[in-house]
């Protein structure tokens, strides 16, 4: 087995989980986590990217891919690398459309589309809209919707804008995951996550600025009865579901990630 030197290489570099790191490169240059040799070509390739790694380039922008909700998505430089714990937003938003008649649903700064995409997979026959400001997160969202084959309708647009709110046609549910990080937090930034682009992580000073304007400028989009439904920072729970309550949404309700913190308000439009 080849896998003990590379692994510590990362380990000497402090690269933690570099067992999980080699498995999953070794696994896409070989087919197999567990190859018993490497040609030199592959041995090359190996070594290009351990030492991206060891740079601090992230995992998943070094294998150019990462599962969500099931799906394969092509994820790398200028797009936020889905995270688990929005998983939670699409169970959500899915349970929200289990008895309901559903049309059209919007996703608010969709980056490499995670979102947009698991719904429609299982809401095929819903139409979903999907907006991104970053040309860059949009091309990646792009190329997702194809790979699945799944037809989203995808706007480069500036959420914050207006003019685009007022223009959108209506949804039943409006779901995002915002860039809603604080100024502190952003100083405090992981070695990896200092690698994502600032623009999707960012939510200004106390990072609710999303939060405040999204839902003023796109609660007339939502049908009467319809939800929305936020990812939030896990301290932004009260703030978050305040800023609903002065916006009028009611059957305000925040919900726990996997690691029991706050990570989803949703709302209902009366
Ligand atoms: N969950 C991301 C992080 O912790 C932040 C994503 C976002 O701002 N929407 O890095």
Known sequence: MVNAEFVRMLEDSGIPDADFDVKCMM????????????????KQQLLDMIQQRINGEP????????EFYGLKLFVGNGVLIPRPE?????DIV???CRNRK??????LCTGSGCIALALKKHLPDIKVSAVDISREALSYARKNAEYHHLAIDFYHADVLDRNFAEQAQNADIIVSNPP???????QELQTEVRHEPALALFGGGDGLDYYQTVTNLWKSVLHSGGMLAYEIGWKQ?????KILKSNHFGDIQVFQDYEHRDRVVTGKNF
Do not use: C, K
């Not at 986590?33 to 592959?42: C, D, G, K």
């Not at 809603?180 to 952003?186: D, I, K, N, Q, V």
């Open 27 to 42: 696994e896409q240059i070989t087919g197999s986590r567990f190859a018993s040799s490497l040609n030199p070509e592959q």
């Open 180 to 186: 809603y990080l604080t100024s502190a937090e952003m």
């Open 86 to 90: 929005t998983e939670l937003l699409v």
């Open 59 to 66: 995992l998943q922008y070094i294998l150019g891919e990462w």
């Open 237 to 241: 729970g009260i703030s978050v579901s």
């Open 94 to 96: 899915l349970d929200w």
């Open 102 to 107: 559903i049309h059209h649903i919007i996703d």
